[in-house]
């Protein structure tokens, strides 16, 4: 803003952020500007560094140089005066950063009029008219405007005027909003909507509000706003309007009697409620009157501004003047009379005692008597006088024994309420030892005596102290007893004699014992003796012994009056003797069908100690004769072994292997322990399945000898219905042979699969039903390794291989005689051995007769639902449900 008039430069704002634009702030008349042509307005951009560029809105009635200085390009005229304010924007060549500032030119007597006026006008910043420069809210920063507290009005009080360029176009409304506006305090300030004039509606306190930010609206009859808001801060202005106010009315200090001047007594404080900057809240402090005046009218000064309190003069002495009482004023405007407010206090000071009187005892011996034994009891209660004022260091006395106690078994504490000595037992006093003692006491304060006063001869008095005899309990000795010997003494063997000792020397007193504790019940005391025997047999591992220890505890009782009873510790060291048989550990373990290497290492439990356990002998029993078969333990070191199986599958099942053990005790002991082994099938990691865990884990011995009992009982019943139903077939088969005598008996003879009773109860030449131009030499054993009816170890077609020469001449032949023979035999079935065929051979055009490979075994059944009943019938299910590997 510029007042052409007057030729004032005006700076242009400054950056405090980088790359945001400050607008220009006015706290004067914001319509100023230029009646005459070549006028100049001179621009300072405050000593920035980098170049400033300057355009003008109104390039053709208006220049502005390089320097930033405004020239009219030509005479205006008051009807010529453009109605749009005049933008002037400076741009910083270096940060592209812009700035922009407004003229408006009125004539040279609207000018006056203008600044002549009190109210001033608050104008809200130009929307910039550069698309590209985007304006932040809140982009101005206002001039607080101070108003004064406890204003008398009349109200509303204008304050200042708001308004908008934009109200020359169209109409306008204002509002303001926050604390003392709209929100509480609601009320105490307005704003004419129409004018913009904002009001204060009440008198204003600084004490209560220093003061109000506000936030001025300008918006369109629509409701839509057209200026971005603006902050307003109210101040306000303090008065002294509050008088200063002590923090305490009576001020209570003290001072030690004799103090030399300059010694600090207290401080007292006020508060003033007014602004503490200004001399309103300023404060200072003064003494107006002390009593008593003695020795002197002014034995006290107070600092004026921090209100400390000392002394001035000597000559306090309590038993003359024991308290001063001082009237303390405290004013504002720093004190002064006229304009300034005050208030008062009143502050008294208690002269205290120092120690120039020592105690003194009220007798020169004080006597008392205590029980020995006890702890923690008064004998005595030492009283002495003191000049002094109760209650404090110089009068609180503090009593220490000079003599009479090597030993250190009293102490007298003092009585905080009557400064009495009080002489305790703190350690026990034994009768038998000493029956009097006589301490020398001495009585002093807390604190020293002044200089120049001496101790008295009262300050020491004696007591005599004493000890009265009682029954005191018998003790064993030594407690607890020791005692070393072997496990497995046996009952009615003396252990020791544990007896106790009566400490009273001077009474004629018997002692008997009882038993207190015996957790295993094996000791029993002689009740007159203390003679200890054993009534059991001590066993080392006996779950109440612990690290070799028996603690067993006695009861001593004396028949005094009343009878006093004392206890006593044995503690029984057991030696170990080879009494435990070693046993196997783990006693359970799993191992795979096929592991590699199928091993498992054992080690033996020996409740013994060494050399009374390990190192340990393992050997497989005897009995049952499968166990060497399958099993063998190889020894690794002295305290484990490995059990691993001699063949090189074992079929899945729990097994229990009986394990000899042996350890190197002096006379050995050996124990049969069984390893109970599961077989399992395992994974492709070595691990039992699943289903063999759940076996395991569910199952015990009795109930899988049940299902394996099941399941044999299940097979016979199996094996009973396909033996009879391939009975049936071929019976049936053999009927329809009589009946169809002209069918071709070679396919006949092929469905039989039982050749009768045997391969060996007939003496035929088989050799003629054998085909030489089909027999393997490469693949069949020599003869005399391998049985005629023996079936070859590779595997043979399912069909047999027909010869490219058969010789069905030779082998018709034979088949029609042997059925020639069945027919005319009434009474033999169609199955008899007439129809025994021997083993063929490889390549054989019947194929294998033999009863090993025989349809019979059910194979052409489908067994396949076995499957579905279950883990326990997985074995029937390959039996019968695979294939014919």
């Known amino acids: 803003r510029t007042h ?51 355009e003008c809105s109104n390039p053709s009635d208006f220049r502005i140089e390089a320097n930033g200085v405004l020239y009219a390009a030509r005479t205006l005229q008051r009807s010529t005066l453009p109605v749009s304010p005049l933008l002037i924007t400076a741009s910083d060549a270096a940060t592209q950063q812009q700035w922009v500032a407004q003229v408006t030119l009125v004539p040279r007597q609207q000018l006056r009029h203008i600044m002549s006026k009190d109210l001033k006008e608050i104008a809200f910043p130009p929307r910039n008219m550069d698309s590209q420069l985007k304006r932040m809210k809140r982009d ?80 369109d009859l629509n409701g839509n706003q057209v200026e971005n808001p603006i902050d307003i801060v109210i101040n306000v202005i303090d008065m002294n309007d509050n008088r200063p106010e002590f923090t305490h009315q009576i001020w209570n200090g003290t001072v030690p009697e004799g103090s030399k001047p300059g010694s600090f007594v207290m401080t007292v404080t006020a508060v003033d409620k007014d602004d503490p900057k200004t001399a309103n809240g300023m404060l200072r402090y003064k003494i107006l009157s002390q009593n008593p005046e003695s020795p002197t009218s002014n034995m006290f ?119 009495e000595g009080l002489v305790t037992v703190v350690k026990p006093i034994d009768y038998e030892t000493s029956r009097t003692y006589v301490l020398t006491v001495e009585a002093r304060n807390e604190v020293s005596l002044a200089k120049g006063i001496h101790t008295p001869r009262q300050s020491t008095a004696t007591v005599s102290i004493r000890v009265i005899d009682v029954n005191e309990s018998p003790y064993f000795e030594p407690n607890p007893k020791f005692v070393r010997l072997e496990e497995g003494m046996m009952p009615q063997s003396t252990l020791t004699t544990f007896s106790a000792q009566d400490p009273d020397r001077f009474m004629q007193q018997t002692i008997r014992y009882s038993k207190l504790s015996d957790p295993a019940n094996w000791l029993r005391i002689d009740t007159n003796t203390g003679r200890i025997t054993t009534i059991a047999i001590l066993d080392r591992e006996s779950p109440y012994v612990k690290n070799n220890l028996y603690n067993a505890t006695f009861l001593a009782t004396d028949n005094g009056i ?38 498992i290492n054992i080690t033996a439990f020996d409740g013994d100690l060494s050399p009374n356990a390990g190192p340990f002998a393992f050997e497989l029993a005897n009995r049952p004769v499968d166990v060497r078969r399958n099993w063998t333990i190889t020894r690794i070191s002295g305290d484990y072994a490995q059990v691993s199986l ?88 053999a009927k329809q042979l009589l009946i169809d005598p002209e069918d071709d008996v070679r396919d006949n003879i092929l469905k039989y699969d039982e050749e009768g009773g045997g391969e060996e109860d007939q003496d035929y030449d088989l050799s003629q039903l054998q085909q030489p131009d089909t027999i393997e030499p490469d693949a069949i054993k020599p003869v005399g390794i391998r049985r005629l009816d023996e079936r070859p170890l ?92």
């Not at 299940?714 to 019976?731: G, P």
């Open 794 to 885: 590779h595997p043979e077609p399912q069909y047999p291989m027909r010869s490219a020469a058969p010789h069905p001449g030779d082998i018709g032949d034979f088949i029609h005689e042997g059925l020639k023979a069945a027919d005319n035999d009434p009474t033999a079935p169609p199955y008899d051995s007439l129809l025994v065929f021997d083993y063929e051979g490889s390549g054989s055009t019947a194929g294998s007769l033999s009863s090993l490979n025989s349809s019979s075994s059910g194979g052409d059944q489908d067994y396949d639902y076995l499957n579905d009943w279950g883990p326990r019938f997985r074995k029937l299910a390959d039996m019968y449900g695979g294939s014919d590997d």
């Open 562 to 599: 009343p009878p006093a009873s004392g206890t006593g510790t044995l503690q029984i060291f057991l030696l170990d003797i080879n009494d435990n048989a070693p046993r196997v550990s783990p006693q359970e373990v799993e191992i795979c069908e096929k592991p590699d290497p199928n091993a």
């Open 301 to 419: 000064t107070i600092n004026n501004k921090t209100g400390g309190i000392i002394t001035v003069a000597a000559g306090l002495d309590r038993e003359k003047v024991p308290q001063y009482t001082l009237i303390i004023q405290a004013s504002d405007m720093e004190g002064n009379p006229m304009y300034g407010l005050s208030n008062t206090a009143t502050a008294v000071i208690r002269v205290t005692d120092i120690n120039d009187n020592p105690p003194e005892f009220t007798a020169e011996t004080f006597f008392g008597e205590v029980p020995e034994n006890r702890v923690n009891v008064i004998v005595a209660n030492l009283t002495v006088t003191d000049k002094d004022q109760p209650n404090t260091p110089a009068w609180n006395a503090v009593y220490k024994i000079t003599g009479g106690d090597p030993t250190g078994r009293f102490s007298v504490p003092t009585d905080p309420t009557t400064n």
């Open 140 to 219: 101005w920063v206002i001039p607080p405007i101070n108003v004064p507290e406890n204003s008398r009005g009349p109200f509303p009080q204008e304050l200042v005027r708001i308004r908008s360029d934009h109200d020359k176009n169209r109409s306008l409304r204002y509002s303001v909003t926050g604390p003392g506006a709209d929100q509480p305090p609601t009320g105490i300030f307005i704003i004419d909507p129409i004018s913009g004039e904002l009001s204060v509606n009440k008198p204003l306190d600084r004490e209560h509000i220093s003061s109000f930010h506000l936030r001025a609206h300008a918006v």
């Open 4 to 54: 052409a008039h007057t030729n004032t430069r005006t700076c242009l704002p400054r950056i405090a952020v980088p790359h945001r634009r400050l607008p220009c702030v006015s706290s004067g008349t914001t319509q100023h500007g230029m009646a005459l042509a070549g006028k100049k307005i001179a621009f300072n951009y405050c000593g920035r560094g980098g170049l400033m560029q300057f």
């Open 646 to 733: 001699k063949i090189g599958f074992l079929e899945s099942g729990i097994y229990e292997i009986p394990i000899i053990i042996t350890d190197s005790g002096n006379l050995p002991m050996s124990n049969t322990s069984y390893l109970r082994i599961k077989v399992c099938q395992c994974d492709i990691n070595g691990d039992c399945t699943d289903q063999q865990h759940i076996m395991a884990a569910g199952l015990g011995t009795g109930a899988i000898i049940s299902i394996l009992l099941c399941i044999i009982i299940l097979l016979i019943l199996v094996l009973m219905f396909v033996v009879w139903m391939k009975r049936r077939d071929k019976e049936r088969q």
